[in-house]
């Protein structure tokens, strides 16, 4: 009798560590930040929404942060690494990130390529500029190892056993919209489809849900760049498999939030460089996602500046069209930056394959 008790003890510890097992993570713990837009001071340098002279700083504070976090597996740098890819820029960024303990990988930016001058879509703001700076392949080959893996600007690994990243490519040269192309989009479904037994994670620069409605047509100020324009095209594909349980972005500057659509939750991280200017740090499990984002320790001075300049003047682009000028446009516009409710928070992971 006594041998029997011993078996179902042993058989319901199985059954409750299976999915960890199954997985081949408990937990995972994980950096993120996004939109550095790193400036070396330079002629012309200086604090607008971007608070270009204190960039460097406060990469560098950012990484002593995730320095200071024991058992930190990884770091993930959400493109928009560089001011407009300045080559100095892009090896400065590149010495900061090697001084972090912790592996890091990077996606690409809208800002970390080459632009190109070309035609603006009908109606839109002119684009970023003539400055050529790194080309795609430049950049992607100066962080091999740091997600990218051979030509392709894209990439994906298992940073631990069960555990599936992606880093996409989402940049078209001489705007700051982005896209997912044919040739990329079959990559994915094929990568997603050879490792559909590990939980997954996808990263990009741009999004693939909007967060406002301003972001829903080109009819303001071009919002309609904010999240790629075959946006639907790339959901329904990680909609296929179902250890995708995230997709976390940057290139909106705006606090972390979230939202579900269709069983995978999309989260949008903040800027370095731009207020609130954070860092995230996630905990994954088998059984779910929780996060800390936190300001990056600046002066006083600066972090008052960053806010003045986010409500910023008539004429700046990020002031969405019900955010008017005015006390009330400006708390509008804060809350919607701060977005103080989401600085912490926990989400279910999707994929049920192994419970
Ligand atoms: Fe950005
Ligand atoms: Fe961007």
Not at 71 to 91: H, K, M, Q, R, S
Request: hydrophobic residues 40%.
């Amino acid at each position: 009798m006594k041998r029997f008790k011993k078996l179902w003890i042993c058989l319901f510890m199985i059954v409750l560590l299976l999915p960890w097992s199954a997985n081949g993570f408990e937990r995972v713990k994980f950096g993120v930040i996004s939109d550095p837009h790193t400036a070396m001071p330079a002629s012309g340098t200086k604090d607008e929404f971007k608070m270009q002279l204190s960039s460097v700083d406060l990469l560098k504070n950012a990484v002593n942060e995730f320095n200071k976090i024991p058992g930190l597996d990884f770091v993930i740098l959400l493109g928009d690494i560089t001011l407009n890819a300045e080559p100095w820029n892009v090896e400065m960024v590149k010495s900061t990130m090697d001084g972090l303990r912790a592996p890091y990988y990077i996606v690409t930016g809208n800002h970390d390529i080459s632009i190109v001058p070309t035609p603006p879509k009908p109606g839109a703001p002119p684009s970023m500029g003539e400055y050529i700076g790194v080309t795609r392949s430049v950049f992607s080959w100066t962080f091999q190892g740091h997600g990218y893996n051979g030509p392709n600007p894209w990439w994906s690994l298992d940073p631990v056993p069960g555990l599936h990243i992606i880093g996409l490519d989402t940049n078209v040269p001489g705007i700051w919209g982005g896209t997912v192309p044919a040739n990329e989009l079959a990559w994915l479904d094929q990568d997603l489809y050879a490792n559909r037994d590990k939980l997954t994670i996808v990263f990009s620069h741009h999004g693939f849900v909007t967060w406002h409605k301003d972001e829903e047509s080109a009819a303001w100020k071009q919002y309609d760049w904010f999240p790629v324009d075959n946006a639907r095209e790339v959901r329904a594909i990680l909609e296929k498999y179902p250890q995708v349980s995230f997709s976390l972005n940057g290139h909106r500057h705006i606090g972390v939030r979230y939202q579900k659509v269709n069983d995978i939750y999309y989260i949008v991280h903040p800027s370095v460089s731009s207020y609130p200017m954070r860092y995230t740090v996630y905990t994954l499990t088998p059984n779910e996602l929780s996060w800390v984002s936190e300001d990056i320790p600046i002066s006083p001075a600066v972090a008052k500046k960053a806010k003045a300049n986010c409500i910023g003047k008539d004429g700046e682009w990020w002031r969405c069209s019900d955010m008017p000028l005015g006390a009330a446009g400006d708390k509008k516009m804060l809350e919607f930056f701060e977005a103080k409710e989401f600085m912490k928070g926990r989400l279910p992971v999707r994929f049920k394959s192994y419970r």
